[in-house]
């Protein structure tokens, strides 16, 4: 008796992986629009939006609270394959706190800050292993910007609460001299307009964290992709 073919579509398939998904594949994407802070000369402290356009249309984009003053990355999130009307309404909350500007200009801005706050041994927050990827890799391919980091020539540490003094003043003072840094605790500019954190737990079944019915989509693109070869 002849064996039965076995319907591919019943076999075991390795489960969608959306943190696979953005090492892999997000990269490939076209840059779309990008923002910064509006007054990040004035704050020291702001996020930036980078932007990645799907072929059919829709966008993922990723978001970094940038501190140029000390701390570098000290946030960041992303959302994966949003209607471009939704992108549009989600951009609408930064409005009053970012402006349009080139992709090289956020480049520059978010590794600097990463790399004067690893100056002082601060690392980005643990999330940029992710979404460092909506960002091109950091070579002499990207023009390089300067700018300026820190505060009066030394690192100032803007803290809200006791506890994030601790963890950030814990990694200064092994690798910064008394006189190289200070720390002042002051009200945070987007606790009234925008918050961070709650923007990233708003919306789970569109971040990385949890993405799991997209893999069909995906599926899809990637075909269209290869009939495009």
């Known amino acids: ?15 969608f992986s959306p943190k696979k998904y953005i090492k892999e ?8 629009d990008c923002y910064k802070p509006a007054d990040f000369d004035k704050n020291g402290e702001g996020i930036f939006v980078i932007s990645r356009k799907h072929t059919g249309g829709k966008v993922s984009f990723a978001c970094f609270l940038v501190d140029k003053w000390c701390t570098g990355v000290k946030d960041t999130y992303c959302k994966l394959r949003m209607e471009e009307t939704d992108y549009e309404e989600y951009l609408e909350r930064f ?6 500007c080139t992709y090289e200009e ?13 100056g002082a041994g601060i690392p980005p927050h643990k999330d940029f292993m992710y979404t460092k990827y909506f960002l ?22 803007v803290c809200q609460t006791q506890l994030e ?12 001299s008394e006189d190289e840094y200070y720390y002042t605790f002051g009200m945070d500019e987007y606790d009234d307009d925008f918050d ?6 708003e919306s789970d079944d569109d971040d990385f964290d949890d993405y799991d019915e997209v ?3 995906v599926e899809e693109e990637a075909e269209d992709e290869e009939d495009k070869k």
């Not at 594949?25 to 840059?31: C, E, F, Y």
């Open 1 to 15: 008796m002849a064996k039965k073919k076995k319907n591919k579509k019943n076999q075991a398939q390795e489960p």
């Open 25 to 32: 594949r997000v990269r490939s994407l076209t840059i779309g």
């Open 95 to 100: 409005a009053v706190h970012c402006v349009p």
């Open 106 to 118: 956020a480049h520059n801005w978010i590794y600097g800050a990463i790399e004067f706050a690893k």
């Open 136 to 157: 091109e890799e950091d070579t002499d391919d990207i023009p390089l910007i300067e700018y300026e980091y820190g505060y009066n020539g030394k690192y100032h540490l």
């Open 165 to 176: 003094a601790s963890y950030y003043l814990s990694f200064m003072k092994k690798n910064l």
């Open 196 to 201: 961070f954190d709650e923007s990233d737990d």
């Open 215 to 217: 893999e069909e989509e």
